[in-house]
């Protein structure tokens, strides 16, 4: 969001500079990305040369037909000749002049040239030469009131310092003018403006024919008439304040409506009251079929869940959204019908996710307004249409529903105090509270109608407090007041997960549960998601580390291992999933390096290894081993290319994990060590021969590591061999080569008795 520093001046004055406001507002209440200075540079006295002139004569240049010789009046003993090319003034008119000397926003710097024969000695500005509009199609023509010589920055924003906010979904107050300065108000402690806006005189009494048929979807809508309305461009100061936040100026009527709508954050619509159907409006939901043409051009399909604003015949705009082609504001409109409504927000997401379409008004709608905010839009909004296009106001229905309470909640000072950390007397609790605009009654608050949506109980109401004074909390650790917490066996096992996992040179990551997909055909889809990526509840972990790992190497991260703890969400059958805790990871590489990384975890946690095949979706077939805790595999390069990953059940792991603490001897016994290599069918698992040969050994065989796998034509087909590196030992005494060779004997018999295997020379 942009914010114009004069525009919110005029709704809190403070004095403050664009950087202290910006610093309090970070700590407080929404990052500031950055201000950015527009308009015409202040330094060296260049703005003394931009000032208000009174033209004396207009004539047309003697040497040129489309340029005109000006004498301009600029305050100065002596008139200015100026030569223009714009002829939509006379002699008397008051203009904007930039003199000889004079900087533009766009660097140029004005100099006395001969034109045509002629010496000009400066510039009559157009809006968008001074960076206060568009319009370059004519000369700004000033109040006629202004006396020659005033300074311009003195009547035109010519310099304009802007805030660029990035505000938070929760806080749609925050999305105008008046809302952040509330907020700047309430930081400085200074007095906030009243609501802007006066109501102007009513000069009749016409019936405003307004029906509601779904009320929960709008349960407000103030319509006003207006007559006698003359579309032409909105006053300089209005489209500089438009165009610094952000919006292009089109009209006085419509420019009324984005300007309410950025000052006090209630999107309005104006139709042209003379193309509805018996100049009545009636706010339904779409029907099967039906379409409606947008402001954009395009033909739109709507759908039954659309809610609409339509006349007696058809639809005349999507509501909260875009108005419709057939019935917009145009140089002969005449008779506005001003819309100030209140609508649900989910329905408005819904419909611009789903049509693609989004805009300044949805994208408040869909965050919340405030349902008590559109008398104040209307009240602001119809005293701008009588003063910048002439209108009449000769109607009004405010069609509302019941809208809903006020919450109240009890604060307790000093639970408040022991959250916050700092000690916070109680009337200063009350006093942060009362500037933002809650109502205390003792420890009762009552929410604000604009904070209803984010500030339902206690907690909410001391992160209020808490915003205001985090700059005072002291930077030390917090005072642990209840010592009987410890943590639980799962959080010691999660812990101990992520601290093997971040030795082993992972980086941990945080992935949303909801995903566009599932590899499992059941998983559960949310009836009403928030947009197409964030529809389905995920069963694996390992989607997302795969998309943000290629994301990572899309931007030149080679060497990337990620690793997630989280939740996933099983079908169960019933009407809630089953929530397991999965331990998930991506790494650059192949099958080994997923595997070592197993293999380090297991060990940390005593788990004696168990592999056999196994498969995966996302998984390579023959390359995809399973474990009794989960999965462990090359990625299949039809999903991602050059990845292993990993994902193991925490709970499966907790069960394996041994309980108390397990002590082994060092044994102080050189050990043996031999390599074994076997020729055994295609399809007998590696581990399952490890397996075999502790039974066949026991505890004499301290280790055994599968390092070489061979398959060719000395073998046979379907065959393949693979060597193992095996240490034998013994706590009592160092083991002989007798002894090794009994071991290896034992080995040899057992794998060939249960496997075939055969011991290759």
Known sequence: MKVPLSWLREYVRVDATPEELAARLSVSTCEVERIVRRGVPDTDGNLGRFRVGLVLEAEKHPNADRLQLCRVDAGDPEPYEIVCGAWNFSAGAKVAVALAGATLPNGLTLERRELRGRVSEGMILAEDEVDLGPDHDGIMVLDPSLEPGTPLADVLPLVEDVLE?????????????????????????????PWPGTEPPRDGDEKVDISVEDEEGCPRYVGRLFRDVTIGPSPVWMKARIAAAGMRPISNVVDVTNYVMLGLGNPLHAFDHAT??????????????????????????????????????????????????????????????????????????????????RTEGSNRWEKGVDPHLAGHAARLASQ????????????????????????????????????????????????????????????????????????????????????????????????????????????????????????????EAYTPSLVASDPRADALRLPLPLSTEMSTLRTTLLPSLLETATRNREVGNDDVALFEIARVYLPSGEQLPEERWRVGAVVAGGFADAKGVVDTLLAALRIEPAVERGEHPLLHPGKTARLPQGVVGEVHPGVAQGWAAFELDLVALGEAAPDGVLYEDVLSFPPVLQDLAFVVGEDVPAAALAAAMRDAAGPELRDVAVFDEYR??????????????????????????????????????????????????
């Open 165 to 193: 906010l990035e505000t938070t979904p929760n806080r749609p107050d925050l999305l105008s003018i008046y809302g952040l300065a509330r907020e700047v108000a309430a930081l400085f402690e200074v007095e906030l403006a």
């Open 276 to 357: 509805l159907a018996d100049g009545r409006v009636i706010v339904r939901r779409a029907r099967p079929g039906e379409e409606l043409r947008t402001l954009d051009g395009q033909l739109r399909a709507l759908d039954p869940r659309d809610l609409l604003i339509a006349d007696p015949e058809r639809a005349i705009a999507i509501a909260g959204i875009m108005g419709g082609a057939e019935t917009e504001v145009t140089d002969a409109t005449t008779t506005v019908l001003l819309e100030a409504a209140n609508f649900e927000p989910v329905s408005i997401l819904h419909s611009s996710e789903r049509l693609a379409l």
């Open 384 to 507: 701008l249409l009588v003063e910048t296009a002439g209108a009449r106001w000769v109607g009004e229905t405010d069609a509302q529903a019941a809208l809903p309470d006020r919450a109240r909640i009890e604060l307790r000072p000093a639970r408040a105090s022991a959250l916050i950390g700092l000690d916070v007397p109680a009337e200063r609790q009350r006093a942060i509270l009362d500037r933002l605009g809650f109502e205390l009654d003792g420890d009762t608050v009552t929410v604000p109608t604009w904070r209803a949506r984010d500030v339902t109980r206690e907690a909410d109401v001391i992160e209020e407090v808490a915003r205001f004074v985090l700059d005072e909390v002291p930077f030390t650790l917090p005072l642990r007041r209840d010592v009987r917490w410890r943590p639980t066996p799962e959080l010691r096992l999660r812990r101990l997960v992520e601290d093997v996992l971040v030795g082993c040179g992972l980086d």
């Open 712 to 761: 060719g034509g000395q073998i046979g087909d379907g065959k393949r061999s693979l060597a193992f590196r095996v240490a034998f030992g013994s706590p009592e005494r160092t083991l002989t080569d007798e002894d090794a060779a009994a071991l290896r004997a034992k080995i040899v018999d057992a794998l060939a008795a249960e496997f075939g295997a055969v011991l290759r020379a």
